[in-house]
């Protein structure tokens, strides 16, 4: 691509206890044929083999760079991330995870053809003994038919709308960097941080280009967090979308886009209390607490939260 040199891609992993995995991730990284790129590895305290595997790597590919912290979090290990970055484009990879060899291409080129704000691809969901395969498929020349969002209206209104590829999950985008250097994810949160990020980027985005590409692989591991549905980490996720989108409405109010959360508020109140969040209650596949009296305080906290966050920015 012509203008590899000034797009340099940023790809930001945080690493703990992923030893099993993280060899994969990062070889699948090093297999892109858009070769622009740099990985900002930082090990969140891992207490395992990943450090090792990180300098093994780092020594055979300059460009994968290693930063190490006292164990934070996935929040704290991404912020870390976007401060250390220096390419015009930035997107996660989780280090259990896989991508094909032409996602980064296929990013660059769509940016590159629309320069759009935020790129978002698609993605696959894997069990843990995934096994990637090199691609030899040829890179892809026609995106003609990528979906072109333009305006900051409609941007808004399409980040906010419940659109799942969208307004959840991380790893299928890629923004340019001046637009999420400064919107950091909340590092209180355990579950659902990257909503509240994909959130707190809406401001800044005039142009979203999405393009059906499956590349990512999303592996599906027991240790997961995503894949430890506890109770009380689910409603303090929820809780903290409430809190982020009240925040926003003050904020949007002031740009006359006050409307725009209240897609994404409607949006995870049918997604937190479906069919399917009840079955897994009736089921016990939550881990409730123990304490009745700490669940009762919570579900009251989450209630009063929903009133509080719809009505007092309109007053």
């Known amino acids: 691509m012509a203008s590899e040199k000034q797009n340099k891609i940023s790809v930001i992993i945080p690493v703990y206890k992923t030893e099993r995995f993280l060899a994969a991730a990062l070889d699948s990284l090093v ?17 395992d083999n990943c450090i090792d595997i990180l300098k093994e790597y780092s020594k055979r590919d300059n460009r994968i760079k290693i930063i190490s912290q006292e164990n934070s979090g996935v929040g704290k290990a991404r912020n870390t ?31 590159q053809e629309h320069d759009g704000d935020l790129i978002s691809l698609s993605h696959r969901e894997v069990p843990p003994d995934f ?41 299928n985008k ?18 659902g941080e990257d909503t509240i990020f994909v959130w707190s980027t809406s401001m800044g985005i005039k142009k979203i280009v999405e393009f059906d590409f499956v590349g990512y692989f999303y592996r ?19 809780h903290a979308r409430c809190r982020k989108i009240y925040g926003l409405m003050k904020e949007y109010k002031r740009a006359n886009f006050s409307y725009y959360p ?35 305080k919570t579900m009251r906290k989450i209630i009063l939260r929903i009133v509080w966050t719809v009505t007092l920015p309109f007053k």
Not at 135 to 147: Q, T
């Open 131 to 171: 096994s990637l395969n090199s691609c030899d498929a040829p890179l892809l020349k026609d995106f003609s038919s990528a979906k072109i969002v333009s305006g900051k209206k409609d941007c808004m209104y399409t980040l906010w709308s419940g659109n799942a590829y969208l307004n959840c999950g991380i790893w």
């Open 31 to 47: 297999a892109q044929t858009y070769e622009n790129w740099e990985a900002v590895c930082v090990n969140d305290g891992s207490p």
């Open 262 to 296: 209240l897609f994404g508020f409607t949006s995870y109140v049918l997604h937190i209390f479906n069919a399917k969040t009840f079955r897994r209650l009736k089921e016990n596949k939550f881990t409730v607490p123990e304490n009745p009296s700490l669940l009762k």
């Open 220 to 238: 599906k591991t027991p240790s997961s967090i995503m894949n430890r549905p506890h109770f009380h980490e689910s409603m303090q996720g929820w």
């Open 81 to 111: 991330g976007l401060k250390n970055i220096t390419g015009k484009y930035v997107t996660f990879l989780d280090s259990d995870d896989t991508i094909d060899s032409r996602w980064l291409e296929v990013m660059a080129a769509l940016a």
């Open 174 to 191: 890629m923004w340019k960097a001046s637009i999420v250097k400064n919107a950091l994810f909340d590092e209180r949160i355990k579950m």
